[in-house]
């Protein structure tokens, strides 16, 4: 574990967010024939507002689409008017919780229950438990949306033709888990955080028991704010994990755009996909989501001026994005869109 700090909460993992793998069986279930994986919209309306401009311009072309929303929505909505408008939006749709809407509805303020590992720098973890501080005081002026959230459940299944996809937050063992991390599924560069990590791979033997117990042809995450997918054998069938890092915020150098999950029983690609694969004859796409980036910015900076937590462990990302290159995004036998054998 990291020093531990007077807010070290964040690096604590709840036993409230520990589940078995076996338990996702019993998930509420959702049926779709495509639909968007919304991770880490982390208080972004502009990036809301894109998603629903994206799912109607699909509509338009004859998709029914589906709008799921994997938690984390809230994280930067401070303002009344952003956390309004994005919880009312997201609650009309298919939900789960992420870690920030549990802290939300918890009875008292226990951080943010991000259960950081610890290669994170500890500064990050008291940031984030400051902006917790400050989104669960916004949330008390909203009793009936906390009630809401409280209410959400920790996992979903989503029935895509005859398969079945997990749909989580963390990983297969926590809301918060961090198994399905870029860093833990592949051996890239740094975390989130830019910190370089010092844990080991996820074992692949945990991966095949995750996919066993579950009995899903894949996950689809969030939590750990890095996009990556990577695909594995269990028992002699592909199987996929595919964590779409933030929908609300850059998620490559040089970028502004957020990244969703796109699950269809279309096997086309999307023209726009970033990366993706088609496995049990269910197509996974990694869509860009370009919200108003220089409006984004703009709001980011009054609601957050410079000196406050949210300011100084995300403004840099939010303006030139993360230490972290599409092409780590992808491993196995997933490829890039650019590539002449995307599958």
């Not at 066993?212 to 969030?222: C, M, P, Y």
């Amino acid at each position: 574990m990291p020093s531990l700090t007077a807010n070290s909460e964040g690096a604590i993992c709840s036993p409230q967010h520990r589940y078995a793998p076996g338990s996702l069986r019993h998930s509420p279930a959702t049926h779709a024939n495509t639909a968007y994986i919304v991770g880490g919209l982390y208080g972004n309306v502009f990036a809301l507002r894109e998603i629903m401009r994206m799912q109607q311009a699909e509509s338009a072309h004859g998709h029914s689409l589906t709008l799921v929303f994997n938690g984390d929505h809230n994280w930067f909505d401070i303002d009344a008017a952003s956390f309004e408008e994005i919880n009312m939006t997201v609650l009309k749709h298919t939900a789960i919780c992420g870690n920030v809407e549990c802290s939300i509805a918890a009875p008292e303020d226990l951080g943010c229950g991000c259960d950081y590992p610890d290669y994170v720098n500890p500064q990050v973890v008291d940031w984030s438990n400051e902006i917790m501080t400050q989104l669960r005081h916004t949330a008390s002026y909203f009793p009936d949306i906390v009630r809401q959230l409280g209410e959400l459940p920790m996992s979903r299944i989503l029935c895509v033709g005859e398969q079945r996809i997990a749909i989580v937050h963390g990983d297969a063992e926590s809301l918060s888990g961090w198994s399905f991390a870029a860093e833990c599924l592949s051996s890239v560069a740094a975390s989130c955080s830019g910190d370089l990590p010092s844990s080991q791979l996820t074992p692949e033997r945990d991966i095949d028991k995750f996919f066993k117990e579950a009995d899903v042809l894949a996950f689809a995450s969030s939590h750990t704010c890095l996009p990556h997918v990577r695909d594995f054998s269990v028992d002699g069938s592909q199987r996929l994990i595919i964590n779409n890092g933030a929908a609300g915020m850059a998620n490559f150098v040089g970028t502004t755009h957020g990244v969703i999950t796109r699950i269809s029983i279309d096997p086309t690609p999307p023209p726009d996909s970033l990366y993706g694969v088609t496995i049990g004859g269910v197509r996974f796409d990694a869509l860009p989501v370009h919200f108003d980036a220089p409006t984004w910015i703009d709001h980011f900076a009054r609601v957050w001026p410079a000196g406050t937590p949210a300011h100084r462990s995300y403004f840099d990302r939010i303006q030139h994005g993360p230490k972290y290159a599409l092409e780590q995004a992808v491993s196995g036998s997933v490829s890039l869109a650019s590539e002449k054998h995307v599958g």
